[in-house]
């Protein structure tokens, strides 16, 4: 018989590592991992290579952590420089109006309200967001968690880049507000 105590350590450890709870192992090549890097790049930016699907944060001249990400569909992806103009731990999140509009019966919930889904294990946005700007202005593009680990690799997104919760915590508390982020 499981006792309360099993139980409830079970559920929470469930909750905390969604990707394990799912039978979900990522592919080795999608793990954080130091590498040299080529280029023009210096410590404490970003470089985003969506057809690869990784993430690179520059530490050092020719030095990166490479994270393994998802990035947006055909059509739906950024490309260019922004800043980190912004940063939240467990986001709330709204579609935007074109996702809406695009997808009524994906995102019926939020059809004809202002309904913003609070943070937390279930919100699309994960863990933690860091929020691209262009000329001072949202592009309403992120670099977030995910709670679709198996979305790591693949281009499936409305346009934001998704990274597992661990890697996103890991690069949220790395990268500061006005970083420099690069998507080619």
């Not at 985003?48 to 952590?65: D, K, N, Q, S």
């Not at 346009?159 to 996103?168: K, V, Y």
Request: glycine letters at 12%; proline letters at 7%.
């Amino acid at each position: 018989m499981t006792s309360r105590r099993l139980f409830l350590a079970t559920g929470l450890a469930a909750l905390a590592t969604p990707a394990l709870a799912q039978g979900f192992e990522l592919n080795s090549k999608f793990r954080p991992t130091s590498v040299r890097i080529k280029g023009q790049y210096g410590p404490g930016q970003l470089l985003v290579l969506p057809r690869a699907h990784f993430l690179y944060y520059i530490t050092a001249p020719g030095e990166a952590i490479r994270y393994g990400v998802g990035v947006g569909r055909a059509g739906l992806e950024f490309k260019g420089t922004a800043v980190i103009g912004a940063k939240r731990k467990w986001p709330t999140w709204r579609p935007t109006d074109e996702m809406i509009k695009r997808e009524p019966k994906t995102y019926a919930e939020f059809v004809d309200n202002d309904y913003v889904q609070p943070g937390g294990p279930g919100n699309p946005l994960g863990a933690r967001a860091l929020y691209l700007f262009q000329n001072g202005r949202d592009t309403y593009y992120r670099i977030h968690g995910t709670n679709a680990p198996r979305t790591i690799g693949l281009s499936v997104s409305n346009g934001c880049i998704r990274m597992l919760n661990e890697h996103a915590r890991d690069l949220y508390e790395r990268v500061p507000i006005g970083a420099k982020v690069t998507v080619l």
